[in-house]
């Protein structure tokens, strides 16, 4: 019988270009590899010519990007003898740390925001083992307290201000180049912290062997830009909820809302790195409403069957309005990042489903009647 090589994750297949050696021992739950979808039907509904690809980030093990990044942390973590990990989280950070310690045998300390996280995130990290650190105050307030005790307990800080999440999270740029042939004219992302749109900047700088001065990693000094295979890097595009949106105000938030809890942000960690990543790219920060956010959402599932987390939504809503205005040209080929599993937030998605749920007896009558009803 032959056997297929199995997939054992990004750190394997991109270990050239990431901070491991042959010694490593891999915390690897097969994270990456995640499909880039073109969109069919939501096109012709604009009536205009776009290449529109959605990267389903969703399909991580645990439902993020995050493990793409945390793959790399706990990696490194336990390479450096860590017992325990810690991060503040809106959701997905901490359903990623937990289930990566868990495969790692260390114990993970999440703090999360009080009641304004989703239903299925704090499903996935109590049921991995976690430490759960409910506290009253949001995401902001939960950064500042890991920063202050990671400078007194022995715990290694898994937020994207570890150098190492940005490293494992760029390799989302090496799998689009690979299946485009080319990078994107533009990269779409929501934005809450920005580790996101800065880790694919960093993949984009690579390929293309720029420099790129938003790399906490490396500080100019790069050592993985060998990989020429494009010549052009995108324009980064970071679009935020209206309620969040320190990028747009142009200075912190203090009390962030929007139902997109997951980048329910006012106090972006990689502020500087962001703005380096705009000017550098040529690209710009715009906001959303949650209610352009919760109709996108709505549009994906409905018209292509792509089910995504309220701030995932962000970066097609945005990208959406901005190819309509012409702000992104016709014809521009553009990747957006569909960051989080819809199946993380069912309370919000059950709350805006408008398709009644039909019931009937169980008779093949009223089976019948009811396809003939709604056909
Ligand atoms: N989309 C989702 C689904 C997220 O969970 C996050 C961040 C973002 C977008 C924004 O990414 O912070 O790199 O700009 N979630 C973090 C968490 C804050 O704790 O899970 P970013």
């Given at each position: 019988m032959s056997s297929k090589k199995i997939y054992t994750g990004l750190i394997e297949r991109y270990r050239n270009q990431?901070?491991?050696?042959?010694d490593t021992k891999i915390i690897s739950l097969g994270e990456g590899n995640t499909p880039l979808i073109k969109l069919h039907n939501i096109p012709s509904i604009l009536n205009k010519q776009a290449e529109i690809y959605v990267k389903?980030?969703?399909?991580?093990p645990t439902g993020s990007f995050k493990d793409r990044g945390m793959t790399m942390a706990v990696t490194k973590a336990v390479e450096d003898g860590a017992k325990a990990i810690i991060c503040a989280s809106t959701g997905n950070t901490s359903a990623s740390a937990a289930a990566y310690a868990a495969r790692a045998g260390i114990t993970a300390f999440v703090l999360i925001p009080d009641g304004k996280i989703a239903q299925g995130k704090l499903a996935q990290a109590t049921m991995e083992g976690a430490i759960v650190l409910q506290i009253k105050g949001n995401f902001d307030d939960g950064m500042r307290l890991v920063k202050e005790v990671a400078d007194e307990a022995q715990v290694t800080i898994?937020?994207?201000?570890?150098?190492f999440r940005l490293q494992g999270q760029k390799t989302a740029a090496f799998e689009i180049v690979e299946e485009l042939g080319r990078a994107p004219d533009f990269h779409c992302l929501p934005v809450g912290n920005a580790g996101n749109i800065t880790a694919h900047w960093i993949g984009y700088s690579e390929l293309t062997k720029n420099s790129t001065k938003a790399c906490a990693y490396c500080n100019g000094d790069c050592h993985y830009g060998t990989k020429s295979s494009v010549s052009i890097r995108p324009k980064m595009v970071g679009y935020q909820a209206s309620g969040a949106a320190p990028f747009i105000r142009g200075d912190m938030v203090d009390n962030p809302e929007t139902?997109?809890?997951?980048?329910?942000?006012?106090?972006?960690?990689?502020w500087d790195y962001a703005w380096i990543v705009n000017k550098e790219s040529g690209g710009w920060f715009d906001e959303c409403s949650d209610e352009e956010i919760l109709a996108t959402q709505k549009m994906l599932a409905e018209k292509e069957g792509i089910f995504c987390e309220p701030a995932s939504a962000a970066s097609v809503a945005g990208a959406l309005r901005d190819i309509t205005s012409g702000?992104?040209?016709?014809?521009s080929c553009i990747v957006c990042t569909?960051?989080?599993?819809?199946?993380?937030d069912p309370d919000t998605a059950i709350k805006q489903s408008t398709a009644p749920v039909v019931k009937i007896e169980a008779s093949l009558a009223q089976v019948k009647s009811a396809i003939l009803d709604n056909m």
């Open positions: 990431l901070p491991v050696n042959k389903y980030e969703g399909l991580n898994v937020n994207s201000i570890n150098p139902v997109a809890t997951a980048i329910r942000i006012g106090h972006p960690q990689s702000k992104i040209p016709e014809n569909l960051t989080g599993h819809g199946l993380k």
